[in-house]
């Protein structure tokens, strides 16, 4: 198989990370990004001397991007129709428009959380449900929350088994650079379940799941607190190390500094990571307790980077690149060197 070719469209705060993703992997060619206009991310693409070709959403509008000087490859039908695959990381609701051109052309699409269920056959996740994408022309990802979630969820289930799920997402309201939720000052309570307990149950629906989640004025990461019941009795040392096998879950420390999702941010920013973006999701050793036999501990979701390599799994198995999950999640990984050893 020779390699993929995959196009975004959307060049927002996901799309300009899926490219990267994308870029980063060996197997696979990016082969232009789609945008509608000079936003600061298509600035800093331009800035940056055109890494990726620019393809224009809306052709009526090109001026929008020649009138700042920045070179236009084309249209977003003309991207749809050099590639394999599309990622769509356009603004919510935009995506189920695009399906459109793609079906057109017969080209599958990976679309994400904002969009509504009904736009793809399968609500994927690389690690629960990776088998179901196998040759599926249209998927949806799941939202950040949901995709860090089902991660530390799906780590406990393969090795004990999940009965119940109860969580509380303190849900960071704005992303970095953001101005249009206002400055504010408060917390903002969300009626239950959430979606993202919800949305685990759509994609494990073996495990009863439940949640309550409260916006926070912060940009700098989401972080939800679980409570498990898992089907055997398993100790915290033992879920520990569930945890520290999973090539996408960080073990840190209270007392290492990791004091919140704050140090997270800058530590990604200290390890030179572009953006300050992390793939992984963070487990606090310290937040883990027992109750019984139930287990509650606390992760941080850093909302901008941690959907990237669950969409990368999302190409791997709509397009036949490897046959399972382990092949799949593995290869991502490898490419986006987060290849730890699995057990
Ligand atoms: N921001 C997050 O933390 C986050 C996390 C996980 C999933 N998501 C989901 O990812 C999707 C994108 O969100 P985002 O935060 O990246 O949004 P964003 O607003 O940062 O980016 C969306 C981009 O799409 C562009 N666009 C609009 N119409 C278009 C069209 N017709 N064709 C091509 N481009 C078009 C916009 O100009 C913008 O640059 C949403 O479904 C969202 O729910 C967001």
């Not at 599926?136 to 999940?162: F, H, M, P, W």
């Amino acid at each position: 198989m020779g390699k993929i070719k995959v196009g975004v469209a959307g060049y927002g705060v996901i799309g300009q990370r899926l490219a990267d993703g994308v870029a980063a992997q060996g197997d696979m060619e990016l082969v232009g990004v789609a945008d509608v206009a000079p936003t600061l991310p298509v600035m800093a693409l331009f800035e940056s001397g055109m890494p990726y070709d620019l393809y224009t959403a809306v052709p009526e509008k090109i001026n929008l991007l020649t009138d700042k000087g920045i070179p236009v490859a084309g249209t977003l039908e003309e991207l749809v129709q050099k590639v394999d695959i599309m990622f769509d990381a356009t603004s919510a609701g935009i995506g189920a428009k695009n399906k459109e051109i793609y079906k057109k052309y017969g080209v599958k699409a990976v679309f994400q959380g904002g969009e509504s269920n009904d736009v793809a056959d399968v609500f994927f996740h690389g690690y629960a449900n990776y088998e179901k994408g196998i040759g599926a022309d249209y998927l949806k990802l799941t939202s950040c929350n949901t995709t860090g979630l089902i991660r530390a969820v799906d780590c406990i289930d393969r090795k004990v088994g999940v009965e119940k799920v109860a969580i509380t997402i303190i849900r960071r309201v704005a992303d970095p650079g953001d101005y249009h939720r206002g400055l504010t000052n408060a917390l903002q309570v969300a009626p239950a379940p959430n979606h993202q307990a919800v949305d685990l149950m759509t994609i494990m629906p073996h495990i009863d799941a439940t949640g309550i989640l409260v916006h926070t004025p912060v940009t700098h990461g989401h972080i939800i607190t679980s409570v498990i019941t898992p089907k055997e009795d398993i100790s915290k040392e033992e879920l520990l190390e569930m945890f520290e096998a999973h090539p996408r879950i960080k073990v840190v420390r209270l007392a290492d500094g990791f004091l919140g999702n704050a140090s997270l941010f800058k530590y990604a920013r200290d390890l030179g990571n572009k953006r300050g973006d992390m793939y992984e999701i963070a487990v606090w050793e310290e937040s883990i307790v027992k109750s019984g036999k139930d287990v509650m501990f606390a992760i941080n979701i850093p909302q901008e980077s941690v959907v990237i390599p669950e969409n990368l799994d999302a190409i791997r198995a709509a397009c036949g690149m490897q046959a399972t999950r382990d092949e799949g999640t593995t290869e991502t990984n490898k490419y986006l060197g987060m290849a730890y050893t699995r057990e």
